[in-house]
């Protein structure tokens, strides 16, 4: 049986609106972020997405894993690319040194050395508002939108049955897979399977997890074969499909779709003209060459 993320019903400004409406606004909040590097262009963005969570009624109780991997995750690479620098070279050319911390050792004749400049901070900073802005936004749709109109929100969309049905059942298997692989993992523990006493090499500790690895693959593979059975046995594909429900736009829908189509154009125009592109304070520049 296909499961679904943690959905509930809730008095949210996310769940107000049509879920093709939202889904729209959010691919144009998706490529409009991605136009700027501009610390100042990106914070509105951070906004709405800051606003969008925090009036879709979800608790923290709720969000609470996805939030702290995906932050650690964004920061981690934030911070990685502050310490290397790597990824700032095609936004920008020169640098300018605030500070340099140079180690007391070396390894192998190489003298570990930080750098710390205005551009590779400012970098890091825009880095982290952009990618967290999407990831936040990311979060929202599977528990803010309704598992029942998965298939009907993507049909709505104007793509085909066939594509729609597979997106179902794509954003269905995470949850799904995960169901399959703590079911079983339980039933091992039950059997007398220590799973912490796994220990050895990368190769011997895979192979110690053939037990749960090859039982949740036989039966995601089963279960594929079942949902395909079931679906030639209802000759999907052949003819035209119909929908159990129906969506039907509203007045508010369609301000929130114009919204974002608004702020897409906004946004691709600036980037034509040449705005949002990566950028530092004068002030900070000053002080570094000062």
Do not use: C
């Not at 998965?150 to 169901?179: E, Q, S, V, W």
């Not at 079983?184 to 059997?191: F, I, K, P, S, V």
């Not at 594929?224 to 159990?244: C, K, N, V, Y």
């Amino acid at each position: 049986m296909l499961v679904s993320w943690r959905y509930r019903k809730r008095r949210s400004l996310v769940q107000w609106f049509d879920p093709r409406a939202w889904v729209i606004f959010y691919l144009a909040f998706l490529f409009s972020t991605l136009a700027f590097w501009d610390l100042r262009f990106l914070l509105p963005f951070f906004g709405i997405a800051l606003l969008w969570l925090f009036t879709s009624g979800l608790t923290w109780s709720e969000v609470r894993r996805p939030f702290l991997f995906i932050g650690a995750f964004v920061f981690f690479f934030a911070f990685l690319t502050f310490l290397t620098g790597r990824g700032g070279e095609e936004v920008y050319q020169t640098e300018h040194l605030l500070r340099q911390y140079v180690a007391p050792f070396s390894i192998l004749g190489w003298t570990p050395t930080l750098d710390i400049t205005v551009e590779r901070a400012f970098f890091a900073v825009s880095q982290f508002v952009r990618v967290f802005s999407i990831a936040v936004m990311t979060i929202l749709i599977p528990y803010s939108l309704n598992p029942a109109l998965y298939g009907i929100t993507f049909r709505g969309l104007g793509l085909p049955d066939k594509i729609a049905y597979a997106m179902d059942l794509t954003m269905r298997f995470i949850p799904t897979f995960g169901r399959d692989f703590q079911l079983t993992m339980d039933a091992q523990r039950a059997r007398g399977y220590e799973l912490e006493k796994i220990s050895g090499g990368l190769v011997e500790q895979v192979r110690k997890l053939g037990p749960i690895i090859v039982p949740v693959t036989i039966h995601a593979i089963i279960g594929s074969e079942d949902i395909i059975d079931a679906m030639d046995l209802r000759a999907f594909g052949m003819g035209a499909h119909t929908w159990l429900e129906e969506l039907r736009y509203q007045t508010r829908d369609y301000v929130l779709m114009a919204l974002g189509g608004f702020i897409f154009l906004l946004s691709l125009a600036a980037a034509l003209a040449g705005m949002g592109g990566f950028w530092v304070p004068e002030a900070l520049l000053r002080l570094a060459g000062g």
